[in-house]
């Protein structure tokens, strides 16, 4: 829940909270494809599975898919939810090197 004060010092409470929309498993999967790390994927009906995202592919219909290394290549529409399988390691791993300061 957080609270923000609007004009004339008013309060308005509002509820926190975050549906997992395309663009969020799309994210994950892009993560885990680029960091080879695996992610526990559980689809709308119900299975679940940890795998590693390989690569995600658009069909001829321009249906995504979500490309795994053990299981079977699933169209994103029917992940409800992905994340981390493993809470991340404290690396800068994965992170690109700046050379030269910005400036």
Do not use: N
Request: charged fraction near 30%; glycine fraction near 6%; include cysteine.
């Amino acid at each position: 829940m957080g609270v923000l004060a609007g004009p004339g010092s008013q309060t308005h409470v509002f509820e926190m909270g975050h549906l997992l929309d395309r663009c969020d498993v799309l994210d994950m999967l892009e993560e885990s494809t680029r960091l080879k790390r695996a992610m526990i994927v559980e689809l709308k009906d119900g299975r679940r599975f940890v795998d590693e995202a390989t690569d995600i592919v658009l069909d001829a219909d321009r249906e995504e898919w979500a490309v795994f290394r053990a299981h079977e290549q699933v169209p994103v529409r029917h992940i409800a939810f992905c994340g981390p399988a493993e809470p991340p390691e404290p690396s800068y791993r994965g992170k690109s090197e700046r050379r030269h300061p910005p400036q």
